[in-house]
């Protein structure tokens, strides 16, 4: 799996888009980027992920650059419930993650 | 559709006992994965199971052992514990096709 380094921790004012950046340089051409999140004293929770082209769902957008060395995960309205631990994970499943390797993950604060 | 439950969501043993932790998938999952999560090393994978039988498995000692039943329930046994077995402990299941499912985890606190 690819080892990845996010930021420590961010701050992000309410209903502004939070951009958590993610580094993933030594991914391998079949490995997805994979984000979940994990709300205080729960357990992580899957936002999206992608292989080459950007995603969006209804939770997040996902930009991941030509080279697949970097991404973006994009929460475009930012509230007081995303503030969480955000992993980013490299991973050679396109869904069915039975075997997760998470890294320290990005701290994310909304500010109100 | 329930989601993934684990029980019980709090327990308190002593060292050198033994502790039983339990998890039921989502109905239709059939691999079930156990991490382990602790302030000092973060999330990390213990092991998964798929139809009965352990197809993954982390960088734990053998005290850390698991099955899944037929109907796809896990269980994971932590045996002999020790101090710094105190962790959250978090239950996934999955299928192709469907991203993990994570419990909302087990809180084990040996004294």
Known sequence: DAKTTQPTSMDCAEGRAANLPCNHSTISGNEYVYWYRQIHSQGPQYIIHGLKNNETNEMASLIITEDRKSSTLILPHATLRDT????????????????????????????? | ???????????????????TLSCSPISGHRSVSWYQQTPGQGLQFLFEYFSETQRN????????????????????????????????????????????FFGQGTRLTVV
Not at chain 2, 2 to 10: F, K, L, M, S
Not at chain 2, 65 to 72: D, L, P, T, V
């Open chain 2, 57 to 100: 498995k982390g960088n734990f000692p053998g005290r850390f052992s698991g099955r899944q039943f037929s109907n796809s329930r896990s269980e994971m046994n932590v045996s002999t514990l020790e101090l710094g077995d105190s962790a959250l402990y978090l239950c996934a299941s999955s299928t192709q096709g469907v991203s993990a």
């Open chain 2, 1 to 19: 559709k329930a989601g993934v439950t684990q029980t019980p969501r709090y327990l308190i043993k002593t060292r050198g006992q033994q502790v």
């Open chain 1, 84 to 112: 969480a631990v955000y992993y980013c994970i490299g991973d050679i499943s396109n869904f069915g993650n039975e075997k997760l390797t998470f890294g320290t993950g990005t701290r994310l604060t909304i500010i109100p």
